[in-house]
């Protein structure tokens, strides 16, 4: 047996050869710049994008206190920050692999017969073995390991701006249910005069019964809104609760004055996306990690070689464990191979292939998405931007019209329907404009997460 041992040893300390394949990015659809991109402010480099407090940009302290929150008390992060402790220490356990082990062990009985004298056995031993990565199996373990780790910690970061996202969008609904209220208790007391009006002239014998019915039903509709809003804000403002980790009874947003600012959008170039976006990176880690999987599963094709040596020493008492007459050592060598498992290897290596194939689509695929969200996002703000002047010009112009209708009805020009066709028409008029100013600001959100975060231009 002896020729065996140079040849593993001198296995062992040769540099081994990798059986899995080098990694390369896989390729993926890109272009040189975005199609909806067309009039924005050019995006500093990757290098000096901020992923840092986005929300900042809108100037809104509730807001900033709120996102502040998310990060420490959301219970999704905190699953997602679990994870990558997981994966950080599965890295850990892979890497520890490369390494021999050494162990320590300690034995001592007693024993004896009915015409035997009893007899003391003490026996001290130092192990270890180590299995030399020849072939390259134990590496690209921790090579898949590290990808799994990285693709965690894209998982975390993807799991922190989704819930801040979700929290500001939820924030800017309860602010767009405030305003709605606002506006709404300055159209009840405006359609409650109307009434009033209406009931004198009925009362006067001006117009008939019919016109205070209007007016009732009007102010009734107006009220059923007013209540509706009610329940959206507590749904938004229960999410909020949730989000930074309260239970909704724990937690109130007091009503304060909407701050509709809209940040200005620097734009990034196509190629630095696929920089910044957590979801793009842990699809490409987990790339990685599968194709790690595949120099497993070939080393399988090789033998298992395994090295052990130990040291001890055997006594009746226990100084003679120290004793150099009685140390015991030992040294030993395996090698294992597969000689027939009915292609069960080989299907090993297919399956691995596979499942890097899949990993390789999935990535493209979230490349792709990535670029329809933020192609998507640049049309939405870019249409919603126009779409505000106009509404706002469409709204100032109901106003007008409801109060000449108004007036023409006073001088009993017009039947009442007219007004109430106009009142309606300035209705839908003012919250559109409102909803219009939240959709801008919920359309950035979402901005900001399809270009992976947040961003602070340069200063020249």
């Not at 939820?170 to 606002?182: E, L, M, P, T």
């Not at 009734?220 to 809003?229: P, Y």
């Not at 976006?277 to 599968?290: C, K, N, Q, Y």
């Amino acid at each position: 047996m002896r020729p065996i041992f140079p040849l593993v040893l001198a296995a062992a300390l040769t540099a081994g050869c990798a059986v899995g394949p080098a990694y390369q990015v896989p390729a993926a659809p890109t272009s040189a710049s975005f199609k909806e991109a067309a009039g924005w402010s050019p995006a500093a480099p990757a290098d000096a994008l901020d992923r840092g407090p986005w929300w900042t940009l809108f100037n809104d302290p509730v807001l900033s206190s709120l996102a502040s929150q998310v990060e420490v008390s959301n219970q999704n992060v905190a699953a997602a920050v679990a994870s990558y402790a997981a994966a950080r220490a599965a890295l850990a356990q892979q890497r520890a692999s490369l390494f021999p082990s050494v162990n320590l062990g300690l034995l001592g009985d007693r024993s004896g017969g009915r015409d035997q004298d009893s007899a003391s056995n003490y026996r001290l031993n130092i192990g270890g073995s180590w299995e030399p990565d020849v072939w390259g199996r134990l590496r690209a373990g921790v090579s898949g390991a590290s990808a799994g780790a990285a693709a965690s910690a894209a998982d975390l970061a993807a799991a922190r701006l989704s819930a801040q996202g979700e929290l500001a969008i939820n924030y800017f609904a309860v602010r767009q249910s405030d305003a709605q209220k606002a506006l709404l208790a300055t159209t009840l007391d405006g359609y409650e005069r109307v009434l009033t009006i209406t009931r004198n002239r009925y009362e006067a014998g001006i117009v008939g019964k019919s016109d205070v019915l209007q007016a009732e039903t009007q102010l009734a509709n107006a009220r059923i809104d007013e209540l509706a809003l009610t329940r959206s804000r507590a749904q938004s403002e229960h999410a909020i609760a949730i989000l930074i980790g309260k239970a909704p009874a724990n937690f109130a947003l007091v009503s304060a004055p909407w701050t509709a600012n809209v940040p200005d959008i620097p734009v990034l170039v196509p190629s630095t996306l696929l920089e910044r976006r957590p979801d793009i990176a842990g699809a490409e880690r987990r790339v990685a990690a599968a194709n790690a999987q595949i120099g497993i599963a070939r080393s399988a094709y090789y033998p298992n070689i395994g090295l052990s040596a130990s040291l001890g020493a055997g006594g009746s008492k226990m100084g003679e464990l120290f004793s150099a007459s009685n140390l015991l050592w030992s040294f030993g060598a395996s090698v294992a191979q597969s000689l027939f498992n009915a292609g069960a290897t080989r299907a090993n290596v297919a399956g691995a292939q596979a499942q890097h194939a899949v990993a390789v689509a999935r990535y493209r695929q979230t490349v792709l998405d990535a670029f329809g969200d933020v192609e998507n996002q640049l049309s939405a703000t870019r249409v919603l931007a126009q779409q505000q002047v106009l509404r706002r010009q469409a709204s100032s112009a109901a106003d007008q019209v409801e109060a000449q209708m108004l007036n023409r009805y006073k001088a009993g020009q017009v039947g009442y329907t007219e007004v109430v066709q106009a009142q309606s028409t300035a209705l839908s008029a003012r919250r559109s404009l409102v909803q219009s100013q939240a959709d801008r600001q919920t359309t950035t959100v979402a901005l900001i997460q399809s270009l992976g975060g947040g961003w602070q231009a340069s200063l020249e």
